[in-house]
């Protein structure tokens, strides 16, 4: 398979592999700095950040590359995008200078209701405007590239008027941001719901694909779900190592939030990726 | 109905556990009040009822997951009850700061000292809440007063055998010098 490049874009070269910062996780990520490449921050963790945590915030920067990913624009919310959240948002982004930061593909909020999780939205032409609005109002406070991210989903649409991989193609064309693939979320889904993931990285624009997140799936019951708790199982890595083959990836995340295991596991699971991102850096062409 | 009302009812749906079970098992009625039309409660209720559950439980276990690492003197006092009483507080608060599980930790110690189920448990929500304010608010200054010397229960690794707690009238002191932190009873 050719890898597919995109020279015209604005995404710098790779990050490598990193993973998402944890405060559990501080001694180790200094002790082994040089086997990460760079690391993400959550990036609510630091909005109303005290002195301590600001602290924190100027030692990582001082050592390491910082990608700030958000949780809370809800940029699939037909309210709009919440003010106070996106300033404070846009502060964090001035002070961090990323290459790039995220958010996802969902709304977390509506009608003064604040859901605490990434909730699917239908995948309609009005929700397309929505994202488009919400963007383009970040794309003006924020000078950094956005990417965005799919999600899991759990809730299925019957008034879904197109496919999740057209749905999320055509946000990212008429947006021009990029895509943080999350390659477990894509793999838990086509599990769930019974659909090919080579056939989904067939149908979205793979030129698009900036950033990987990866971590284990968890059972439960008869499904799956991102509970961020696994080591990475042989089947996500087919398809993290299909989107290396396939994509021109800047960086990839373990993104690992509960169930911690001793460093040196997080460490081997870093290296499979850089491993599989380097293997896969050989035939590249560019698109005109 | 517009995406804006979707996202509006679907938000509740997922959080109000109430408003969702009297949906779940009486959607027209229930339907009617959002006025939503034959055609959207049908949809709602072929396609969604098992995921929308799931989707919400989901929910709840984040909350409580995230609750119980904050509150872990609480939770060794509480043990399997810290569930039912969790549940019971997440169905009628909902969080809306950035902070959100840092929020719902303080709500519910709150909560359970508003229910004046026992001193032992008021007494260890009121300790933790006091930490947690020093810790997560950056204080210079906590004062609590104390019914029960939790000092031994600070490492987590303790259990709690509740009739061996010694019912006591003291101060639990927490004070930032600079960086230095200090921990103490009086």
Same mark, same amino acid.
């Given at each position: ?181 999350? %390659? ?6 086509? !599990? ?6 080579? #056939?989904?990285? *067939? =149908? &979205?624009? +793979? ?7 990866? %971590? ?6 008869? !499904? ?6 696994? #080591?990475?199982? *042989? =089947? &996500?890595? +087919? ?30 699971? +870093? ?18 | ?186």
């Amino acid at each position: 398979m050719t890898k597919i490049r995109n020279p015209k874009s604005k995404f710098p070269n790779c990050a490598g592999v990193g993973l998402g910062y944890r405060e559990r996780f501080r001694a180790d990520v200094f002790l082994h700095r040089e086997k990460i490449d760079f690391l993400e921050i959550t990036a609510d963790h630091y909005l109303d950040a005290g002195a301590e945590k600001f602290e924190e915030l100027k030692l990582l920067k001082d050592h390491f590359a910082l990608v700030p990913h958000a949780l809370d624009l809800s940029l699939g919310s037909a309210e709009g995008v919440d003010e106070v959240y996106l300033d404070k948002l846009a502060r964090l982004i001035e002070l961090v200078d990323p290459p790039w930061f995220s958010d996802h593909l969902c709304f977390t909020r509506s009608g003064g209701v604040k859901i605490g999780h990434l909730a699917p939205v239908p995948y309609t032409r009005e929700a397309i405007r929505v994202f488009v609005r919400n963007i383009e109002k970040v794309k003006k406070r924020i000078n950094a590239p956005l990417i965005l991210e799919n999600i899991t989903y759990l809730v299925r649409f019957t008034s879904s008027e197109m496919t999740e991989s057209e749905f999320i193609g055509r946000i990212l064309e008429e947006t021009d941001c990029g895509l943080l693939l999350d %390659v477990t979320n894509l793999y838990i889904n086509a !599990r769930n719901f019974g659909f090919d993931w080579r #056939r989904f990285l *067939d =149908e &979205i624009p +793979l030129e698009r694909v900036v950033q990987l997140h990866f %971590v284990g799936s968890h059972r439960y019951g008869e !499904r799956l779900v991102d509970a961020h708790a696994d #080591r990475t199982e *042989d =089947e &996500i890595w +087919l398809v993290y190592e299909e989107v290396c083959r396939r994509a021109d990836v800047r960086g990839a995340i373990l993104e690992r939030d509960e169930n911690f295991p001793p460093f040196a596991e997080i460490l081997n699971e +870093l290296e499979t990726a850089r491993r599989l991102m380097n293997s896969t850096q050989s035939r590249q062409v560019s698109i005109v | 109905m517009s995406l804006r009302e979707q996202q509006n009812l679907l938000a509740k749906l997922y959080t109000d556990e109430r408003l969702r079970r009297a949906f779940l098992s009486a959607p027209n009625e229930t339907g009617a009040d959002f006025d939503l039309d034959e055609t959207e409660i049908n949809d709602l209720v072929s396609v969604m009822p098992e995921e929308l559950e799931f989707f919400a439980e989901s929910l709840f276990w984040k909350r409580l997951r995230e609750a119980e690492k904050l509150l872990p003197l609480v939770k060794k006092v509480l043990k399997s009850d810290f569930e039912p009483h969790f549940r019971e507080f997440a169905a009628g608060f909902n969080p809306q700061t950035i902070k959100k599980h840092f929020e719902d930790a303080l709500a519910f110690c709150r909560f359970l000292r508003r229910k004046k189920e026992s001193a032992l448990i008021a007494s260890a929500a009121r300790y933790e809440a006091c930490r947690l304010e020093f810790f997560g608010l950056e204080k210079r200054l906590a004062v609590c007063p104390l019914d029960y010397d939790w000092r031994e229960f600070g490492d987590r690794r303790a259990e709690i055998e509740t009739s061996k707690l010694k019912r006591t009238k003291k101060l639990a002191v927490w004070l930032r010098t600079g960086k230095r932190i200090r921990h103490f009873f009086i």
